[in-house]
């Protein structure tokens, strides 16, 4: 599970509602900010107004590696 540090901004997203093609904006959708879960108190941001390329306060998720490039990396690992 991915979590973030309570002293880290959250942000409830953007959803952009436009018949079929309703959903979040670009990020929004996996974003920390909006998807960790919140502690008792925190700090909210709003998103941000307008997107150029990507948004600039988007924290992804970490996925953990798969087993096999875990296990690739350790033998890499023990060979050095």
Same mark, same amino acid.
């Given at each position: 599970?991915?979590t973030?540090?309570?002293?880290?901004?959250? /942000?409830?997203?953007?959803?952009?509602?436009?018949?079929?093609?309703?959903?979040?904006?670009?990020?929004?959708?996996? /974003?920390?900010?909006?998807?960790?879960?919140?502690?008792?108190?925190?700090?909210?941001?709003?998103?941000?107004?307008?997107?150029?390329?990507? /948004?600039?306060?988007?924290?992804?998720?970490?996925?953990?590696?798969?087993?096999?490039?875990?296990?690739?990396?350790?033998?890499?690992?023990?060979?050095?």
């Amino acid at each position: 599970m991915n979590t973030l540090n309570s002293d880290v901004a959250r /942000c409830n997203g953007e959803w952009v509602e436009d018949g079929e093609d309703s959903g979040w904006r670009e990020g929004c959708e996996t /974003c920390l900010r909006r998807t960790a879960p919140r502690p008792e108190y925190y700090s909210l941001i709003d998103p941000p107004a307008i997107l150029a390329f990507f /948004c600039e306060y988007l924290i992804e998720p970490v996925t953990p590696p798969s087993s096999k490039r875990k296990e690739a990396l350790l033998s890499l690992l023990e060979k050095s």
